[in-house]
């Protein structure tokens, strides 16, 4: 049955009608801006299948297929991820290469303040050294010697102590 359009004030009369028994009709707001419907076969718009998904392909191998493709976009992405996945890949080799630098760095710190305990040992200069000259100067003072406080302890005094405790002197 075909009703014709009357309108009435720029009012369609059987929208209103049609409004008035509940069962208004959406308006056809035309297609949003930005957006293109492209239509296309039906085939062309059923999901894809499991045989169509591409399986057990490296990246290189899916990157390859995807720039030759026809279509553009695709092409366009392959480029596009490509270029991340150089710049992923440059990223975590400069990671890396930081890393390994920093082990390094760490074991020749390790090795480093172990050779220095051994010279300030050797110098008498480290912590042991210090307790070792405040025992000279503690005899020294016990047995007359006039020792200071701070400062180089007297080579005249560090022989008498060497003597008197059969003690070797290191310097």
């Known amino acids: 049955m075909s009703t014709t359009t009357l309108e009435v004030n720029g009012v369609d009369r059987a929208a209103l009608v049609r409004a008035a ?3 208004p009709r959406v308006p056809d707001l035309g297609t949003p801006m930005g957006i293109r419907v492209i239509t296309a076969p039906a085939d062309a718009m059923a999901p894809a299948t499991t ?10 191998q899916l990157l390859a297929l995807a720039q030759g493709s026809e279509a553009g976009r695709t092409r366009q992405l392959a480029e596009k991820i490509g270029a991340l996945v150089a710049e992923l890949t440059g990223r975590l080799e400069a990671e890396q290469a930081a890393e390994a630098r920093r082990r390094e760095l ?41 020792v ?24």
């Open 51 to 60: 045989e169509d998904v591409p399986t057990g392909q490296t990246l290189e």
């Open 148 to 171: 200071r406080e701070r400062g180089r302890i007297p080579r005249n005094v560090v022989q008498a102590w060497a003597a008197a405790t059969g003690s070797e002197v290191t310097r």
């Open 21 to 23: 028994e509940g069962t």
């Open 106 to 146: 760490a074991e020749k710190e390790a090795k480093l303040t172990a050779e220095l305990a051994a010279l300030r040992q050797k110098m008498g200069t480290g912590p042991e050294a210090a307790a070792h000259r405040a025992a000279i100067r503690q005899w020294a003072q016990a047995n007359g010697y006039a």
